[in-house]
Antibody, heavy 117, light 108 residues
Framework: QVQLQESGPGLVKPSETLSLTCTVS????????WRWIRQPPGKGLECIGY???????NYNPSLKSRVTISVDTSKNQFSLKLSSVTAADTAVYYC???????????WGKGTTVTVSS | SYVLTQPPSLSVAPGQTARITCGGN??????VHWYQQKPGQAPVLVVY???DRPSGIPERFSGSNSGNTATLTISRVEAGDEADYYC???????????FGGGTKLTVL
């Protein structure tokens, strides 16, 4: 079955750019919406944005000025870049597959990113 | 932006029924999805499109949606059901996914 795996640095300095990649295995990245979701320590889920396999994107308005999500269909991967990070961006970051009805039926295990000098 | 409201916590004895609510303006007109998240784990989809269950999810989990409230019902609650539960909708006006704040279910 389809599996997702996040990868990237676990520690990022303030004001720098957080970069994560999600690798899709067991299925094609074609079709579906591919999402990034984060969860600050002890808090709820926040959707960062999505990319459709064709390349169209949509971002959370609160993060839009700092977020870029891209897709590499040849590698079956999609990526997140979040610029000018602060301690408030410390969270577990999940990648997930989104269905047409916009529910997330497959999730990665999540990766913890800490913003600290 | 669209807001979903969940009770922060709910306690239920084993064998009883847990009903977790998710409030939103005319939420009955939207498709509601529910996730279970255990400590240290990724969320798992337990109900989608108001009342459908993914394969592998027990029939004890069911959902309903009408008016301004959607409900996740867990029948014959077990200790293993102890988790945080999140409701989620897609706000078509903004093309954004919205999550409720989550409900912590404690099995007494």
């Amino acid at each position: 079955q389809v599996q997702l795996q996040e990868s990237g640095p676990g520690l990022v300095k303030p004001s720098e750019t957080l970069s994560l990649t999600c690798t899709v295995s067991g299925g094609s990245i074609s079709s579906y919406y591919w999402r990034w979701i984060r969860q600050p320590p002890g808090k709820g889920l926040e959707c960062i944005g999505y990319i459709y396999y064709s390349g169209s994107t949509n971002y959370n308005p609160s993060l839009k000025s700092r977020v870029t999500i891209s897709v590499d269909t040849s590698k079956n991967q999609f990526s997140l870049k979040l610029s000018s990070v602060t301690a408030a961006d410390t969270a577990v970051y999940y990648c997930a597959r989104g269905a047409v009805s916009q529910y997330m039926d497959v999730w990665g295990k999540g990766t913890t990113v800490t913003v600290s000098s | 932006s669209y807001v979903l409201t969940q009770p922060p916590s709910l306690s239920v004895a084993p064998g009883q029924t847990a009903r977790i609510t998710c409030g939103g303006n005319n939420i009955g007109s939207k498709s509601v999805h529910w996730y279970q998240q255990k400590p240290g784990q990724a969320p798992v989809l337990v109900v989608y499109d108001d009342s459908d269950r993914p394969s592998g999810i027990p029939e004890r989990f069911s959902g309903s949606n009408s008016g301004n409230t959607a409900t996740l019902t867990i029948s014959r609650v077990e200790a293993g059901d102890e988790a945080d539960y999140y409701c989620q909708v897609w706000d078509s006006s903004s093309d954004h996914v919205v999550f409720g704040g989550g409900t912590k279910l404690t099995v007494l």
